[in-house]
């Protein structure tokens, strides 16, 4: 003899088999985490040098306590840094933010850092921070920092209008991560470069 369920019991166990074999949606790329506000006067944005100074990349020191200076600065256009943080065991008294996993690109709700990586760039008048796409090379290049001048030592990079730091946030646990964040995309030509 064969029975007859009701619609409502098909249908909530069709869902129910779907949802078991059915691979989960992806989330959108920004909306696993989101940022939160840092107090930028903690934070200094280095062009350190790799070698002999020919190139340099991105370093991000962050003063955590008051206990002793993590790094000094001396001049302008462009600003010199000490990073002192070297001189002593800074744990609990500073963070160093030195490659991608410390640090990475957010415009608004996206998390771009799979798609752009950030570039310390020298230019021959002035040492540039620069957002490159990795992916899609049509995409525009950003200016995101500069230091106002050449130099070969750690040199301040101060950024352009809009951008800032954020942290990155799971739920509401604050992450160690850093975002270099900014609201929206710049306009074109506002602050964009050519690689």
Known sequence: MVRFLPLAVVTALTAAITAAVSPLPLRAQGSLFTAAPVEQSRFILVAAPIGKGESAQLNIYEQRSSKRPCYS???????????????????????????????????????????????????GSDVELLAVPTRDTSKPTLLIARTGGPGQDFLQLVMEPGWQLMRRQYGKKTLGHLYVFRESWPDAGEASTQP
């Open 73 to 123: 600065v001396s001049g302008s256009a462009p600003a010199v840094v000490n990073p002192l943080l070297a001189t002593f065991d800074f744990t609990g008294i500073c963070n160093r933010y030195i490659d991608g996993n410390g640090y990475s690109l957010r415009i608004g709700a996206d998390d771009l850092g799979t798609r752009y990586r950030l570039s310390v760039v020298k230019t």
